[in-house]
């Protein structure tokens, strides 16, 4: 969504992760995805450091604005949230609790973005900044676990700002299929 954003061009590679092609095992020292070869060369292998490279080239809406509150909340999301949202996910390969206990450990971040959000329209202040493109693919993860839970869940605020997102055109222009890309194409 940051490479759209700020008008980046882009040649997309989807790729089948069970079946990983060797040109992104050479570029991608983690083998994991997303990985990013800019045009002079360098690899960057991480989703936010992606969206700040973007966002350096090009950001007419200010989305790098509130840089620093941005990414301590990136950083809570990233290192407090996702490891619990992972739990939840997968919870048939984490048995030692049941799946409600990792929603509930999830659910206290979930909590504090409602919270943030009822005192304006997006995660950092009234205008849509880094923070919010970070983690909208975490909380829309998190709701598709169990969707029938998450309607009901208190988070009315968080709610709105995830139906914003989902409806987006920018989310929606960026999220078609693509067909998996062979080294031989």
């Given at each position: 969504m940051a490479l759209k954003h700020a008008g980046i061009e882009t040649e997309l590679r989807e790729v089948s992760l069970k079946d990983k092609p060797p040109a992104m095992l050479r570029v991608s020292s983690k083998q994991t995805v997303p990985v990013l070869v800019t045009p002079d060369g360098t690899i960057i292998d991480e989703s936010v450091d992606i969206?700040?490279?973007?966002?350096?080239?090009?950001?007419?809406?200010?989305?790098?604005?509130?840089?620093?509150?941005?990414a301590r909340l990136i950083e809570k999301n990233d290192f407090e949230f996702k490891p619990w949202l992972d739990n939840y996910k997968y919870s048939i390969g984490h048995t030692e609790h049941p799946k409600s206990y990792y929603r509930g450990k999830a659910s206290k971040f979930l909590e504090n973005l409602n919270h943030r959000?009822?005192?304006?329209?997006?995660?950092?202040?009234?205008?849509?900044?880094?923070?919010?493109?970070?983690?909208?693919p975490f909380v829309r993860q998190f709701a598709f676990v169990d969707k029938v839970w998450f309607d009901e869940a208190p988070y009315p605020n968080l709610k709105i700002w995830l139906d914003y997102w989902l409806k987006s055109e920018l989310f929606n222009s960026v999220m078609r299929k693509h067909p998996i890309w062979q080294e031989s194409s």
């Open positions: 969206m700040f490279w973007a966002l350096q080239k090009s950001d007419d809406n200010e989305w790098l604005e509130q840089k620093e509150r941005s959000l009822s005192n304006h329209r997006y995660l950092i202040d009234q205008q849509i900044r880094v923070a919010d493109i970070a983690i909208f």
